[in-house]
C-alpha cells in the first residue's frame, strides 16, 4: 500500500509530464534549431556551441532510449549495436608482416 507522501510524489511527478509541457520543451528546442540555424546562437544562450551540442545528444539518447522501452522494443540501441560491432571488427584484425 501506497504511503500519503508516495501518493503526493506521483502527484508531482504527473503535474510535470502533461502535453503542455512537452509542447513546451518542443517549443525550446525548435527556438534553438531557429537560432542556430541562422547564426544566433549567442543570442539565445550562454553556453558554448560545444556545450549546447552536449546537452542535445544526451537528450537525444535519452529520449531515443524512453521511446524504445515505451515501445517494448528488446533491441539494444543504434549506439550499442555500433559499439558491438566495432570491438567485434577489433578482435577480427590481425597484424601481418
Keep these: 500500500m501506497m504511503t500519503q507522501n508516495q501518493k503526493t510524489d506521483i502527484r508531482i511527478l504527473q503535474a510535470l509530464f502533461t502535453d503542455i509541457r512537452f509542447e513546451s520543451i518542443f517549443n525550446a528546442v525548435d527556438r534553438l ?30 529520449a531515443n532510449e524512453t521511446i524504445r522501452e515505451l515501445e517494448g522494443d528488446p533491441q539494444p540501441n543504434v549506439w550499442d549495436q555500433y559499439f558491438a560491432q566495432g570491438q567485434q571488427a577489433t578482435e577480427d584484425c590481425t597484424v601481418q608482416n
Excluded: C, F, K, P
Design 33 to 62: 534549431h531557429d537560432a542556430a540555424a541562422s547564426g544566433t546562437l549567442n543570442d539565445l544562450t550562454n553556453l558554448t556551441t560545444e556545450e549546447v551540442t552536449g546537452w542535445l545528444r544526451d537528450i537525444v539518447y535519452t
